[in-house]
């Protein structure tokens, strides 16, 4: 018995021109990260999921080099994270987070650029996830996210700057005699001009300050030496004596001054992470990893008072070129199941015919038809281009539907590619073979599940195609897709749900599942805490049957419950996400037991953050986020097994952001969002 | 004293406690209710109009066109650690 890796799906475009080039229309970013600014004003960008460092010109309009591999190698990186530019020396410092080390570059004003050592990866340190760096009067603070102290606390790690160890801050302790503060996942860190150092102590959504010794420097806004209330807390930058904390309200930069009063927010962002003042007056440079940006926008924040809201002003955008053909963009979902790949052609195999001759036909009007402006730029591109992919990928959807007979249809798989807002299909498997497949998909698709109702429905097309589900986390809509022949397209068939708290409304809806004894359809409604349980009657109109859970940490209770699997008996199987552990209820909702508790560890019931599951054959596999490994139970609760890695290595199998796992034919298929990959794992009994 | 984990979960899930008697946005709740209508009348227009492709695809085309200024401001947070 075992889990292995496999293979990917999601193809890489990580190939430059000569340098030095143009930004446009070269470069497509895979998640970037951290930035920093040089002593002659160039910028530099982790290049995180594709392993690199890319440096521009100031004005962002040049790619003038690219240094470093996959690899653990000096000069190669898995996941380079943050960078920081030494305030004298020609020199980089660039936390490899993946490789557990720091690395320190030493560049020219030619750009050549040398690794010229790496530090924090030996035994008497032990780096478990450098994230956030600074330096301050020769010295190096490192925020080492997933070490595990007595209390499961992380820590700071101090180094001289040519990378000797010093010293580890394992707990903040307060200037006004308070309880000490604990470190969980830091990730940013930032400094005043006093040299205080600012913690992104994302485990508690706050942001900490101390000094060098690890003395904690009270808010006088707060009375306490963290700042609290943020949504989350993934990086932090002083900047203009304002701390700048990316997330730290929703979709927004949160703006505090140095006594930690908040001062307004920065909006019109999404999941931004790293804010580094550039060399102009008051602009800053901003990335977005998922949306595989890196930008440079203007604001002066000095007037940013009272609590405002502000709007910055782009001055340049790069890297958000993510809809390159066999290319996924923040994929969230897998399905594979759509069709019974036993029968060859079904009876309807003169439609498909039909539709081939009657498809190409129409193309040229279709495209016309379509091409408003407002569509996802994959699609634009699609249209005007007009290349044979397209066609031949419009045939293989047809195909699937019609259950045409495929050499290997165990390799048939749909994903949800959320950022590009389409539906992928691959019949092959390989790392390349994702090809969109049918009109766009609206903004906040995610999860997936297919649905073949017992009886033929009112109004359903061909009883033997399934129905596929597919959950709206933006809208909170359910939306049941059949394929329509005539239009050559999926096309709803009903929809329920719709955002709200109400018992027949979702909130955030994640995973999806069909209880294989009645085809019920079970959704993971993670806003409201809750699991809903909906049913299409025999007259094909949805109902809910019922809802079970709330919002807590007792048994019957949920905190974001992300995704649900049901066995052959009618079992559920939930990821409790926030409550680190797997809920099983019965099919009326009741409770029957847990399984696992939090803690670090990849080869035990230990869970932190478990996101995803599935089960096939009395085999229940979990995807556990920040252990960063597949685990494999039996349905009573039993650990088997586990695969894990952290990093971004594509012959590895490694995991950053894994999402909704599906599991098919003894083969796990896990999309990671921020790898911008479907990897495929080997279960064998 | 509890572990960071437990301090870590108990803080959040007070957290999200204050954040769930503030309820969902109303703007964004009112969009999905008038969406589930379009959705409503796409399907009976599909059903009833299934040969006529034109009009069939302009009423799917208004429907995403409907979803995506409602909500294509807004983004998929999760998941995150």
């Not at chain 1, 992380?154 to 010293?167: A, C, N, P, Q």
């Not at chain 1, 700042?227 to 930058?237: K, Q, T």
């Amino acid at each position: 018995m075992g889990i292995s890796y496999h293979s990917y799906i999601g193809k890489t475009v990580d190939q430059l021109p000569a340098l030095p080039c143009s930004t446009s229309g070269h470069l497509s970013l895979n998640t970037p990260v951290g930035s920093c600014v040089d002593n002659y004003g160039r910028i530099w960008l982790a290049d995180t999921a594709h392993n690199r460092i890319l440096v521009f010109d100031a004005a962002m309009g040049q790619i003038l080099a690219c240094f470093g591999t996959v690899g653990a190698l000096p000069g190669q990186f898995n996941m380079p994270f943050r960078l920081l530019a030494h305030p004298e020396k020609n020199r980089v410092y660039v936390t490899d987070i993946g490789n557990c080390r720091v690395h320190i570059l030493e560049y020219t004003e030619q750009l050549d650029i040398q690794s010229i050592k790496v530090f924090g990866d030996e035994p008497e340190v032990a780096l478990k996830g450098p994230n956030g760096i600074v330096i301050y009067n020769g010295k190096v603070c490192v925020a080492d996210e997933f070490y595990e102290g007595p209390s499961s606390q992380s820590r700071l790690v101090i180094f001289s700057e040519e990378g000797k160890f010093e010293r580890a801050i394992e707990e903040i302790i307060p200037d006004n005699e308070g309880d000490p503060v604990h470190l969980l996942w830091p990730q940013g860190l930032s400094l005043d001009n006093s040299g205080n150092i600012y913690i992104a102590n994302t485990g508690f959504a706050t942001v900490v300050r101390c000094d060098w010794q690890g003395r904690g420097i009270t808010f006088k806004a707060s009375g306490k030496c963290y700042i609290d209330g943020l949504a989350l807390s993934r990086g932090v930058s002083v900047i203009q004596n304002r701390i700048l904390i990316p997330g730290g309200e929703a979709n927004a930069i949160a703006v505090y001054d140095l006594q930690g009063q908040f001062m307004g927010r920065l909006e019109g962002f999404f999941a931004p992470v790293q804010v580094t003042a550039a060399s102009e007056p008051n602009t800053l440079l901003i990335t977005e990893p998922f949306l595989a940006s890196l930008q440079k926008h203007t604001v002066n924040l000095s007037t940013l008072k009272g609590g405002k809201s502000r709007a910055t002003k782009v001055l340049k955008a790069v890297g958000d070129e993510r809809d390159n053909p066999g290319q996924l963009h923040f994929v969230t979902s897998v399905v594979g199941d759509v069709t019974n790949t036993q029968s060859g052609y079904s009876s309807n195999a003169p439609i498909f015919e039909h539709w081939v001759d009657h498809q190409l036909a129409l193309q040229e009007q279709l495209f016309k038809v379509m091409q408003p402006p407002g569509l996802p730029s994959w699609l634009s591109i699609a249209l005007s281009a007009q290349t044979e992919w397209v066609q031949r990928w419009q045939q293989t959807m047809v195909r699937i539907f019609l259950n045409d007979k495929f050499d290997d249809p165990e390799d048939l798989l749909w994903m949800m590619d959320s950022g590009n807002y389409q539906l992928q299909a691959s019949e092959d498997g390989k790392s390349d073979s994702a090809r969109p497949i049918s009109l766009p998909m609206l903004p906040g698709s995610l999860g997936i599940a297919a649905l073949t109702p017992a009886n033929s429905l009112p109004g359903q097309l061909d009883p033997q195609v399934p129905l596929l589900v597919v959950s709206n986390y933006l809208s909170g809509i359910v939306t049941v897709l059949q394929y329509n022949d005539t239009l050559g397209e999926m096309v709803p068939y009903t929809v329920f749900g719709g955002l709200g708290t109400s018992d027949e409304q979702l909130n955030k809806p994640q995973g999806i599942a069909v209880d294989p004894t009645n085809n019920d359809i079970l959704i993971a409604d993670s806003g409201n805490n809750r699991i809903c349980r909906w049913r299409l009657s025999e007259a094909g109109r949805p109902f809910l049957v019922h809802t079970f859970g709330r919002l807590g940490s007792e048994h019957g209770e949920f905190h974001t419950p992300s995704d649900i699997t049901v066995d052959a008996r009618g079992t559920c199987f939930i990821t409790d996400q926030n409550n680190n552990r797997i809920e099983v209820y019965d099919q009326l909702g009741q409770w029957v037991r847990s399984i696992g508790q939090e803690g670090y560890g990849t080869d035990s019931s230990n869970f932190l953050l478990p996101t995803s599951i599935d089960h096939e054959n009395g085999y229940l596999f979990v995807s556990d986020l920040v252990n960063r490994a597949i685990k494999v139970f039996t349905c009573s609760g039993e650990y088997l097994e586990s695969f894990s890695g952290f990093g971004a290595d594509t012959e590895q199998g490694q995991l950053w952001l894994p999402y909704l796992l599906h599991v098919k034919n003894s083969k796990v298929y896990l999309p990671d969002c921020a790898l911008n990959r479907v990897n495929i794992y080997q279960f064998n009994i | 004293m509890e572990s960071v984990f437990k301090r870590a979960q108990g803080k959040k899930l007070s957290h999200r406690k204050t954040q769930q008697e503030k309820g969902v946005c109303q703007k964004s709740e009112a969009d999905a209710k008038q969406l589930l209508q379009q959705f409503q009348t796409v399907i009976q227009h599909v059903e009833n109009n299934t040969k006529d492709e034109s009009t069939c695809r302009e009423a799917l085309r208004g429907l995403y066109t409907s979803h995506e200024s409602c909500f294509s401001s807004q983004k998929v947070t999760e998941p995150h650690e």
